[in-house]
């Protein structure tokens, strides 16, 4: 995957993809999920994470208590230990890791804590959830982080102007 080039094409675009936005917020919840859903699996088909992890290595996940502690015990750590070691609070008070790449990524894009990842890291790209609509300003966003969703809104995009 060469991400200097989706970089350069997901900026490009972002301009058209805002206009994408304001469009889609007019579709039927129901339909939008349930295109969302369609797309990302076609886009999934396509797209191996391992080849990319653009997503672990530019951005942090939000970590939930539950996370924490789930984490904490897995490297036998009190849960404050955990936070004082890789994570600290961002501006809108959640946690997040101290720094990019994520400090749990692989020299071969493997995460080396898969099984006990963040719930954030479960549910990325979002892509495939129920009540879109709720997220499309994240959606938008993640469409500068990771290539199946710049896929997915370009195609769902192509098809609202039509």
Not at 56 to 77: E, G, H, Q, Y
Request: charge should be positive.
């Amino acid at each position: 995957m060469d991400l200097e080039y989706f970089e350069k094409e997901s900026r490009s675009e972002y301009s058209t993809h805002l206009k994408t936005k304001a469009r889609l917020k007019k579709v039927k919840p129901k339909v939008l999920d349930d295109r969302f859903e369609e797309l990302h699996t076609k886009a999934f088909e396509e797209i191996d994470c391992l080849e990319c992890a653009n997503c672990c290595k530019t951005t942090s996940p939000i970590f939930l208590n539950t996370d924490i502690d789930r984490l904490a015990k897995v490297f036998r750590m009190k849960s404050n230990a955990f936070i004082d070691a890789y994570l600290h609070r961002d501006e809108e008070g959640d946690f997040v890791l101290n720094s990019s790449p994520c400090t749990f990524l692989g020299e071969d894009n493997k995460c080396l804590v898969y099984e006990d990842r963040p719930r954030a890291c479960r549910e990325y790209p979002h892509t495939n959830r129920k009540k879109m609509h709720g997220i499309l300003e994240l959606t938008l966003k993640n469409t500068l982080v990771c290539p199946a969703v710049f896929k997915i809104f370009r195609q769902i995009g192509s098809e609202s102007r039509k």
